[in-house]
């Protein structure tokens, strides 16, 4: 049960403090890894919520809560990230014709959006390097993803490839 | 007898079945949060609402916390029916991907300890720190416009500095977002 409710807080938490599913993954390494999943299984959850279709930030909490506490577990995290950007709609919607984007919940997100991209550099690092393939195959896929990624090719296709290359390559 | 009213009611059953179904379509077919947004805006801008209000919806929906596609899609679902509408929306965005990722991840705890997945783990993720590192750059270009405010840079120098020194990154996060309230005026 402590699971359960630690495992919904978690998720509340990182919901309130990043604005896209993507950008939550930084934070999200931190309050998860070691605590309810292992490494291995976080890049399982990041590459698969790229690979299938769909909102990115509960597919995220699904796979994590899925594997912290079974089907449970999914539903408390999945609750969790979803109740925040719930009754802050709801909030927003009532007040809609006051809040501008100058509204202080707009310059807080300002502040906090450097922070999140170099939090998301940070962990990018700790997930290479704890990958084990720091070597040239590491560094191969690594550099031949970015530069297809920022080509605009599909991030999910490149993320797969390189999954594959791992089994066939590393026996 | 009381025909408007059962009128009524069924075309507002079949708006919440349309917005249900157009958030399930939506979902299916795109990959994530940001990239659902042109799909959404062929099915919604000016069917179920004007196109300024779309193009509000989008900008709110980068400016509040949590999930993007599933901000938008209440925002959508409200401007269409009201509150029903959220419901409707929600459902219909939360479904596809949690059920494919909760049949993702069943698969994927039996073979925990199989040598195929250590590799496949293995090779995915420098690929997976490649997309985060690119994620990471592409929101910082997008928050900071064209010009680099010598603040915004501040900002992520601090956060780093925090990072390192392994401060626990909620703290950091908040702290940053506050610097921006007090600096952003």
Redesign the interface.
């Given at each position: 049960m402590p699971d359960l409710l630690l495992l919904f807080w978690t998720f509340l938490?990182v919901?309130?403090?990043?604005?896209?599913?993507?950008?939550s993954?930084?934070?999200l390494h931190?309050?998860t890894v070691g605590r309810f999943i292992t490494e291995?299984?976080f890049?399982?959850a990041?590459?698969?919520?790229?690979?299938?279709?769909?909102?990115?930030?509960?597919?995220l909490a699904?796979?994590i809560g899925?594997?912290a506490a079974g089907?449970p577990g999914?539903l408390a995290a999945?609750l969790g990230?979803?109740l925040?950007?719930?009754a802050?709609?709801?909030g927003?919607?009532n007040i809609l014709h006051r809040l501008r984007?100058e509204a202080?919940?707009?310059?807080?997100?300002?502040?906090?959006?450097?922070?999140?991209?170099?939090?998301?550099?940070?962990?990018?690092?700790k997930?290479?390097e704890?990958?084990?393939?720091t070597g040239l195959f590491?560094?191969a896929?690594?550099?031949v993803?970015?530069a297809l990624?920022?080509r605009d090719f599909?991030?999910?296709i490149?993320?797969l490839?390189?999954?594959?290359?791992?089994?066939v390559?590393?026996? | 007898m009381n025909h408007p009213k059962l009128f009524a009611n069924l075309s507002r059953y079949s708006t919440w079945l349309k917005l249900f179904w157009m958030f399930l379509k939506v979902?299916?077919?795109?990959?994530?949060?940001?990239a659902?947004i042109g799909l959404l805006y062929d099915e919604a801008a000016g069917k179920l609402m004007s196109e300024e209000r779309f193009v509000e919806a989008v900008?709110?929906?980068?400016?509040?916390?949590?999930?993007?596609?599933?901000?938008l899609a209440?925002?959508v679902g409200?401007a269409a029916a009201g509150?029903p509408g959220?419901l409707a929306a929600?459902l219909g965005?939360?479904l596809?991907?949690?059920m494919?990722?909760?049949i993702?991840?069943?698969i994927?705890?039996r073979f925990?300890q199989a040598d195929?997945?250590?590799?496949?783990?293995?090779?995915?993720?420098?690929?997976?720190?490649?997309?985060?590192?690119?994620?990471?750059?592409e929101?910082?270009r997008?928050?900071?416009g064209k010009k680099i405010k010598p603040r915004?840079?501040l900002?992520?120098a601090l956060?780093?500095l925090g990072?390192?020194l392994e401060i626990?990154?909620?703290l950091?996060?908040?702290?940053?977002?506050?610097?921006?309230?007090l600096?952003?005026?």
């Open positions: 938490k919901n309130l403090l990043s604005t896209s599913g993507p950008a993954v930084g934070l931190g309050e291995s299984q890049v399982q990041v590459g698969f919520s790229a690979v299938l279709p769909g909102s990115d930030a509960i597919q699904m796979y899925y594997a089907i999914g999945m990230s979803i925040p950007p719930t802050l709609i709801f927003v919607v984007r202080w919940v707009g310059r807080f997100v300002e502040g906090l959006t450097p922070a999140i991209s170099v939090l998301m550099l940070f962990t990018a690092w997930i290479f704890k990958g084990g393939q590491g560094w896929i690594a550099l993803s970015l990624m920022a599909p991030a999910r490149v993320v490839v390189a999954g594959i290359l791992g089994v390559l590393l026996q | 979902n299916l077919l795109s990959p994530s949060g940001p659902s900008g709110f929906s980068n400016v509040l916390p949590g999930s993007e596609a599933l901000k209440m925002f409200h509150v959220v929600l965005a939360i596809p991907p949690t494919m990722m909760l993702v991840a069943a994927l705890q925990q195929w997945l250590e590799h496949f783990v293995s090779g995915m993720s420098p690929a997976v720190a490649a997309l985060m590192a690119l994620v990471g750059w929101l910082f997008a928050g900071t915004i840079l900002i992520a956060s780093a990072f390192w626990p990154s909620p950091v996060l908040v702290g940053a977002g506050i610097l921006g309230v600096f952003f005026r």
